[in-house]
């Protein structure tokens, strides 16, 4: 699908995780969440960062990421997808540790 112009394309800050609290999300920096047209992204929350490989669907990504926790390496999947209202609704994995749902607005 070509993707120069997909809705998810750009920034998008996360305001809400299901396992942390906004306190924890903006430790380092604002938490975000970003995607662009060669299939690439990144976010940031708490002491997280991650590297997106994405897959678009019309309204939705799929993903594999890695990075850094800490400073340990980790690495999982993920997936998001528009709600009617514009939000960004999914959920980041990591590799056999937490998973957990995340929401986000345009930035």
Not at 29 to 40: L, M, N, V, W
Not at 69 to 78: N, R
Request: proline fraction near 5%; include cysteine; aromatic fraction near 12%.
């Amino acid at each position: 699908m070509p993707t120069h112009n997909h809705p998810l394309l750009g920034k998008w800050r996360i305001v809400e995780m299901a396992l942390w609290d906004t306190g924890f999300l903006d430790l380092v920096e604002p938490a975000s969440i970003s995607f662009d047209a060669q299939g690439r992204g990144a976010f940031v929350f708490g002491a997280v960062q991650g590297s997106l490989h994405c897959r678009y669907g019309p309204d939705s990504v799929r993903f594999t990421w890695q990075g850094f926790d800490e400073m340990d390496p980790v690495c999982g999947a993920g997936d998001a997808e528009l709600d009617e209202g514009g939000l960004l609704t999914g959920e980041i994995r990591f590799h056999d540790g937490d998973d957990s749902t995340f929401k986000a607005r345009r930035w």
